[in-house]
């Protein structure tokens, strides 16, 4: 990913407190700052992309999957447990 493109993809969220980390709809571009990490959230991620509430619905996905970045916009891999 470019830097220009990780900016436009990071502006508008708060800043990051810790624990917490960053929901973006990559569909609707809706974005969330500072929800709780959940444990398959890698502790690097700043970002979490996944499909918000409404878009799951719309597109019918059960399952939606999630693409985590860190700070600098590298994407990191899901924690398995
Ligand atoms: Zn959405």
Sequence with gaps: ?????????????RKLMPGHIHLRCPHCGRKQSNMRRGKYDPPKAMLAETLCERCCVSLGALEPG?????????SVAEVTL
């Design 66 to 74: 999630v693409e985590y970045y860190d700070a600098k916009g590298n």
């Design 1 to 13: 990913m470019t830097a220009r493109v990780w900016q436009l993809r990071t502006s508008g969220f």
